[in-house]
């Protein structure tokens, strides 16, 4: 064989390309006019919103086509300065793409190990000064610093103490007790059982006393939600069906799983769901989870009526409702 | 030389009298900047941070970080007269009566959106290029933090104007602090200064949304930048371009106007969306109760994935000697996050590991030429891909007509088969890739010209490929996986064995390889 | 100032409001026509029993049983009222052309008179709620938007969503959008239940709640878009999906041009 057959070689950085600015000067004149129309753009943008600010008034709505009938000062504020940025961006760009110069640069990389030399006396300096410190003979020295870096970080954590109270029994009592009414959310009044037909829901709060508030600590915790089914539809143990009053079965509507709003009642399956996380609650068999992330079912609120035939709590909550937590105890 | 020149001339003297820069001035101002446009992906990000800076502050003149109850009497009548926080009615406040206030908004809540995207894919250009290599291993670290810290800050930020759909967010922030074993409902009461929701969260988170985080991000983003400028960029393989330099356009002028031009267009192309499209129109949502919910109630894109796998979960609770851990919160929520953001943090070290290299490296791979690397990053993608839609699964149940249980269980499953699957196609694929460009080399480029032989048969033209194109597709190399010797010369065991068994199997899996061309191969193909 | 509140009033308010206007007007001459009936005198009444009877044997006995009785495969009918006939019929849910999860809003098979007519019939067999009649749906002057959002928000956005565009049930169940949902149907709803929907009875929502909660659809319906497109108002997904569609397509399209090489 007479051709020599080489591994393949780096070519070389390929020939720079003139582009047309570079070489026709009527091309440069081109370029140049772009640029500088698109800078006019900019300032057009400009104008626009300086007069949409004081032309356009805040309760214009145009129609457009996709986006339907739009508040016109909105829009138009908004393309204006959107114009004014975009352009100057595009000219700038344009300006240094067919303007600025375009031969590609080539610099040498340095590596940023340190030659040899440098980097033993570095390291043997760290070595000597770390050995003046002392820090490996005087062993007493380290141990106390040791100790006092320690507890230094405790101060910031005992100095945020009062960040907050302690949880006590917050997260396992609610307002509910023995006798209180369920009124409407929002509204505040009372509800009899035949007030709900079969099939429907209430979504319900403790009554308050007169002078109480209500915050949203306490909604966070006592909203409850009523369902009224038919009592044969039930698949409830004793003592459960005995916290039912006529059909009617209350839960905590705050999810056990993270604590959204479970108020999303099928009356067909009877079952809950949870728009968050889609834990899925079926009411008949006393909350029990039957699809999605949710382990425990919604607490249940036994219900029963009063004197004057409104819906009162019997009892308080026999668990914590809302979200686990550690000292939670089933 | 114009006045113009003489102008600059003397600007630059003025300088150099006082600082003395004149050296360090001109080394920067003609450093070189390799010019693609997968360079750009992390200036957006930077450019979204400087617009989320400049809107933010827009929107701290007007707004109250306070959960102090009051009755709404502004210009929406649908809300007229309703109970809210003054955080929330300050936000309706800005929407309705500040002028330009929805667009700021809107361009603030839109710009916080392009900056974790912009990460993301920043992220992926790097991860898939390997440009984490040494010595950029802490460059990588800083933009895993970025990316973590940009999750928070964007979750407080929405969480800012206390309207339903953020209300929910908080509450299901505060149940994964309050499932946290031991400390959790301590924690909870402290960072919400007693019960869910108190009066306290909003002033707080504001404070940190405000002032801390964005503090961090600004040390955080100048250490990224400063090490990329005096790690000076990388660059693609291709001609000319090598290990040891860098082949671009000069800072000043042409890459002055191009960034400088680059952060007007990310500005222009975010007050853009701000105008045209709608972004939590927090109006529709109404003020936070805990007692409502909407449909749909789903966080932002970056935090998408977390609800999904928190939504996938199954219903896992321990109840123990009195005591409750949630593993349907802390699995999805806290550990399976943790493993995978401190896999992604450590990802440089464990590859060096397994490749047993620790050169520099300022040439980029072509994606095909990391089987494995490539390989892992589809999987990890696929297993957030799968994760983000089940956080969706509602908007896609009711939009594809689907059930939500269908998707739910698609995504169980899917979350563990498909990932696996991704690897071993995507490897595949790559391997394939390195086969083809082989066979470009060896073989040239089919033309599409066929040709009848003498015999009859047809053939089909080839055309060898140009030398640029022939050195881009053979430049990169082949390293042999690890020898990890058992025994070592004298005959005895080391130490670590089963260590260096699995270190040497996964070296072998990494090395695998189609052989780029030789010298050999191309001697062959001379004899037919 | 309160120029939200005046937006509907402007009138610049553009063609989408006319739009608006004469559908409401229509609406609201479709509600009268429909209520006129319990005007009907004794013998046209039970004529139009008669015919809702024969419309139901022809229609509705197959599943519904031929007294209304009920079946494997529907309800009974005895007692659910004429409110649910004409809710069920008028928004053409029934009769049910695809049995696989829900009854879905069509156009209605049969006329208004018919419709009547079955709910006539339906009414006749046992008591049930009955069809609101026009001068009690009056909305915009009875009901309080504000009042209405509040309860909306309550009782219903968990399943129509926060700006009442429906959302997803169980088992592909879903609640529908309530945009283009006539008053008296939705009102209907409300105190029948229909399908998945719960009832919520008068005592725990009242009747002026209920036209709060109409007002305050209604309202949601009419508002134009003060912020740019909507996005479909569901929430966070559709911003996310525009994010890596348009804004980081446009970025990067601006990205690619800018490093390419000008000719």
């Known amino acids: 064989m007479s051709m020599e057959i080489e591994a393949i070689k780096d070519p070389g950085l390929p020939a720079h390309v003139h582009r047309a600015a570079d070489t026709d000067p009527k091309a440069a004149k081109k370029a140049e006019r772009q640029v500088a129309i698109l800078f006019l753009l900019s300032a057009l943008g400009t104008i626009l919103l300086i007069s ?126 023995a006798g209180t009414r369920l009124v409407t959310d929002p509204g505040d009044r009372p509800i009899r059982p035949e007030d709900l037909e079969v099939g429907a829901v209430a979504q319900t709060l403790p009554e308050l006393a007169s002078g ?70 079926d009411v008949t068999r006393a909350a029990k989870v039957i699809f999605g992330p949710a382990a425990r079912p919604l607490p249940q609120l036994a219900i029963t009526i009063d004197a004057d035939g409104y819906l009162v709590a019997k009892a308080p909550f026999t668990e914590p409702v809302g979200p686990s937590f550690w000292e939670r105890s089933s | 030389m114009t006045a113009r020149e003489r102008i600059a ?35 957006i990000a930077l450019y979204s941070f400087i617009i989320l800076l400049l809107s933010g502050t827009f929107l701290t003149f007007w707004f109250d970080p306070s959960q102090r109850e009051v009755v709404y009497e502004g210009g929406y009548a649908p809300l007229e007269g309703l109970k809210m926080s003054a955080a929330y009615a300050s936000t309706l406040h800005i929407s309705f009566e500040v002028r330009g206030g929805l667009l700021m908004r809107q361009i603030h809540h839109w710009a916080a959106l392009i900056f974790m995207a912009a990460i993301v894919v920043h992220l992926l250009r790097v991860y898939f290029t390997g440009a984490f290599r040494k010595p950029r291993e802490f460059n990588w670290i800083i933009g895993v933090g970025l990316l973590t810290l940009g999750i928070v800050e964007g979750f407080l930020g929405y969480s800012l104007p206390d309207d339903l759909l953020s209300g929910t967010g908080i509450r299901i922030a505060e149940a994964i602090i309050q499932a946290l074993p031991l400390v959790g409902s301590y924690l909870a009461f402290f960072a919400f200064g007693g019960a869910f929701p108190g009066e306290s969260f909003i002033p707080r ?14 040390a955080l983003i100048t250490v990224h930048l400063m090490l990329v400028w005096y790690q000076k960029h990388t660059q ?4 000319g371009r090598t290990e040891k330099n860098v082949v671009g356009y000069p800072l000043m002028p042409v890459y002055m106007a191009k960034a400088g031009g680059f952060f007007f267009i990310v500005f222009g192309i975010t007050a853009f969306l701000g105008a045209v499209a709608s972004i939590n129109p927090i109006w529709l949502y109404g003020p936070y109760t805990p007692g409502q919910i909407s449909a749909g109630s789903q966080p932002d894109w970056y935090m998408g994935w977390l609800d999904g796998l928190v939504r996938m979960s199954p219903p896992l609770e321990t109840h123990a000697f009195g005591h409750t851990i949630s593993w349907n919160i802390l699995i999805p929520g806290l550990i399976v996050p943790g493993i995978l953001f401190t896999g992604m943090a450590l990802y440089p070290f464990i590859e060096s590991w397994v490749t047993g290299d620790k050169r520099e490296h300022h040439l980029l791979d072509r994606p095909r030429n990391a089987p494995n690397r490539t390989a892992l990053g589809v999987m990890s993608l696929t297993f957030m891909i799968v994760a983000l839609l089940n956080g969706g699964n509602d908007i896609i149940a009711t939009n594809f007509h689907l059930t939500i249980n269908q998707i739910m269980w698609f995504s169980r499953i899917a979350i563990f088969v498909l990932p696996p699957i991704a690897f071993i196609v995507t490897k595949r694929l790559c391997l394939s890739l390195q086969r083809a460009d082989r066979d470009l080399v060896l073989h040239g480029r089919e033309t599409g010209r066929l040709l009848r032989m003498p015999s009859g048969e047809f053939v089909e033209v080839h055309e060898p490929i140009s030398p640029e194109k022939a050195w881009l597709l053979t430049q990169h190399e082949q390293n042999p996986p690890l020898a990890l010797e058992e025994v070592d010369s004298r005959g005895v065991r080391r130490p670590g064995v089963i260590k260096n068994k699995i270190r040497a199997r996964i070296s072998k899996a990494n090395a695998e390889a189609v052989p780029k061309v030789s010298v050999e191969d191309l001697k062959e193909i001379e004899h037919h | 100032m309160k120029r939200l509140s005046r937006f509907r009033r402007h009138k610049a308010a553009g063609p989408l409001l006319l739009l608006f206007a004469l559908f409401t007007i229509g609406t609201t001459f479709q509600i009268a026509d429909a209520t006129t009936t319990p005007a ?175 007002k305050w659809i209604k309202a949601a319906e009419a508002e134009p878009q003060l912020g740019g497109a909507s996005l479909g108002r569901v929430g966070p997904v559709t911003e996310g999906l525009l994010v890596w569609t348009l804004g980081l397509g446009l970025l990067i399209g601006v990205a690619v041009w800018l490093a390419t090489k000008a000719r």
């Open chain 2, 236 to 239: 693609y393989p291709g001609p």
């Open chain 2, 9 to 43: 001339g003397n600007v630059a003297s003025y300088v150099d009298d006082r600082t003395g820069a004149a050296k360090w001035m001109k080394k920067n101002l003609t450093k070189v900047f390799p010019d693609h446009w997968s360079f750009m992906l992390g200036e």
């Open chain 1, 52 to 177: 949409t600010f004081f032309f356009i008034s805040e309760d214009t709505f145009i129609y457009l086509p996709v986006l339907g009938n739009t508040n016109a000062y909105q829009l138009f504020l908004g393309l204006g300065l959107a114009a004014s940025l975009f352009f100057i961006g595009m000219g700038a760009i344009q300006w240094a793409r067919t303007l600025m110069p375009d031969e590609e640069v080539v610099a040498e990389r340095h590596e940023f190990r340190s030659p040899d030399e440098d980097r033993a006396d570095f390291v043997a300096t760290v070595k000597d000064r770390a050995g003046q410190a002392g820090l490996g003979r005087r062993s007493l020295i380290k141990r106390s610093l040791g100790l006092s870096l320690g507890l230094v970080g405790i101060s910031p954590l005992l100095l945020l103490r009062d960040l907050g109270p302690l949880p006590k029994d917050d997260l396992t009592k609610t307002s509910w007790k």
């Open chain 1, 212 to 281: 109480e508030k209500r915050t949203l600590n306490n909604i966070g915790k006592d909203a409850v939600l009523l369902i009224r089914l038919r009592p044969e539809e039930f698949n409830l143990d004793a003592e459960r069906l005995s916290w039912t009053h006529e059909g009617i079965i209350a839960f905590s509507k705050i999810c056990s799983h993270m604590g959204c709003a479970v108020a999303l009642y099928e009356q067909q399956t009877k079952h809950l769901l949870c728009p968050c996380h889609q834990s899925t609650f």
């Open chain 3, 40 to 214: 009907l005198t004794a013998e046209a009444r039970t004529a139009a029993i008669e015919e809702g009877k024969q419309l139901f044997l022809k229609g509705c006995s197959s599943c519904h049983g031929l007294n209304a009785e009920g079946g494997a495969i529907a309800p009974s009918l005895v007692g659910v009222g004429a409110a649910s006939v004409d809710f069920q019929v008028g928004t053409g849910r029934m009769p049910m052309a695809d049995m696989s999860t829900q009854a879905m809003r069509k156009k209605p098979v049969y006329n208004e008179e018919q419709v009547q007519a079955l709910a006539l019939y339906v009414a006749s067999l046992a008591p049930g709620p009955e069809i609101p009649e026009a001068a009690t749906l009056n909305y915009e002057r009875d009901g309080s938007a504000a009042e209405g959002g509040e309860l909306f928000r309550t009782n219903c956005a968990m399943c129509h969503n926060f700006a009442a565009q429906g959302g997803a049930l169980t088992q592909g169940k879903y609640a529908p959008t309530l945009m283009g949902v006539e008053a008296k149907h939705i009102y209907e709803a409300m105190i029948t239940g229909p399908q998945s929907m719960p009832v919520f009875s008068d005592k725990t929502i009242t009747p002026q709640e209920k036209l709060s909660i109409i």
């Open chain 2, 205 to 218: 988170i504001y404070t940190v949304h405000v002032l801390l985080l964005p503090g961090i991000f600004l």
